[in-house]
């Protein structure tokens, strides 16, 4: 079995938990995207895991596998792996394979995105670390692969050419060009470190599933941060939709079973761009206080808002979800009445899908529909009929919204808090 999940919304959605929940059942989860600019908090127990590169299954026995679509900074992914080392948790070649294809992020990725963010007249809010700079070389077929930074000549060889652009490259931003060479030392040692994790990905899924084994591919960010169909130019630089996994991956369409659409209850962003239903006062005060609204990874608050249909549509158009995990109910509670943003207004006519183009998308003023809410302490039901009516309801409205039945609904951070359909 195939599956995968993704996020609906501008990421943080909850991916890691939900993940960390249904990965008992996959032999594999692996990771198709993005780099260390997503942060996944995974909660057991006592102990909080906060990840960026490794897939959010850590947690189980399933094996591991980190994508060549994925740009890896590998000085991070060896501190995570120090980090859960620490907590009593190993992560061995067994465990985790990363693909020799995988496009590592170089300091002066990681320079010239914090230059060029300067630069920008409007801002993108980056999370400046280094993700678009190495995708930019991985498409302009300059960028150093693991296989590379693990084999000492041809890493240096690839240097030698390298460096003196980049040197030229950061000059030009305005920055210190000293930084292209202090790191080449260290990550020379960290490939090293890595080259027993290298395999080849596509190979590995492509056998799993042919001998009957599960997969799950985990997305990261959001379906409106996809580098083509999000709201550009307030996006990511990889294709965060489920398509994506299967050209990241190496995998066929046709062999995909599932695709479950992680959707949180009300919706946030980090970052700029368009966001038609923020709630600057004391409703988004109060989404961001109750739901730990701040970014895992850069800890900047998030822009948080009601819940957005026509960007749900959007999402559920983009992906072809056959679930939705829906993610934090809980946080709902004690806000009388809830509202949803069923359709836009732009240019004095309604619509219920956003505009193709940011620019229109941020003149859209959102029209509200009014549900009840509910004050019951929701986040120690167990079982579906254990919610308020209300929060029943707003449940099944979601469905409604995005055509697709909801499965699962999350009502608290921890791994027992799920309920299931
Ligand atoms: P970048 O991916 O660091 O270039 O950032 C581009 C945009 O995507 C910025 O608005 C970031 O805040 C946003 N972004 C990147 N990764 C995540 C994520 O994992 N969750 C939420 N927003 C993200
Ligand atoms: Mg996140």
Sequence with gaps: ?????????????????????????????????????????????????KLHLLPSGVLTDARLLIGPGVVVDPGVLLGEIKML?????????????????TSIIMPYHIEMDKLRE???????????????FAYIDKISRDEVRLAELADKDAFSEIMNELAP???????????????????ILD??????????????????LNRALDSGGNVLAEGAQGAHLDIIHGTQKYVTSSSTIAGGACTYLGIGPTMVDQVIGVVKAYITRVGEGPLPTEQ??????????????????????????????PLARKAAYLNAYTSIALTKLDVLTGLNPIRICTEYELDNERIDYPPELSSDLA??????????????????????SDLPDAAQDYVR????ILKVDVKMVSNGPKRNQIIVR
């Design 1 to 49: 079995m195939f599956t995968i999940l993704t996020g609906a919304q501008f990421g943080d959605e909850g991916k890691g938990k939900i993940i960390d929940v249904l990965s008992s059942d996959y032999d594999v989860v692996v990771r198709f995207q993005g780099g260390n600019n997503a942060g996944h908090t995974v909660i057991v127990g006592d102990d909080t895991y």
């Design 85 to 101: 080392a620490d907590m009593g948790i190993k992560i061995t070649p067994e465990k985790l394979g990363i693909d020799a294809k």
């Design 118 to 132: 300067q630069k920008r007249e409007k801002k993108i809010g980056t999370t400046a670390r280094g993700i678009g």
């Design 165 to 183: 652009q980049r040197e030229r490259a950061i000059i030009d931003l305005g920055g210190d060009p000293g930084v292209v060479r202090e790191g």
């Design 187 to 204: 990550y020379a040692r960290y490939g090293a470190t890595l080259k027993p994790y290298i395999t080849d990905v596509s190979y590995e």
């Design 280 to 309: 600057a006062g004391d409703a988004g005060d109060r989404l961001r206080d109750a739901g730990g609204e701040f970014g895992t990874t850069t800890g900047r608050p998030r822009r948080c808002g009601w819940f957005d249909a």
């Design 363 to 384: 003149r859209c003023t959102p029209i509200y529909e009014e549900v009840e809410g509910w004050d019951q302490d929701i986040s120690v039901a167990g079982m579906f």
């Design 397 to 400: 409205k979601m469905g409604e």
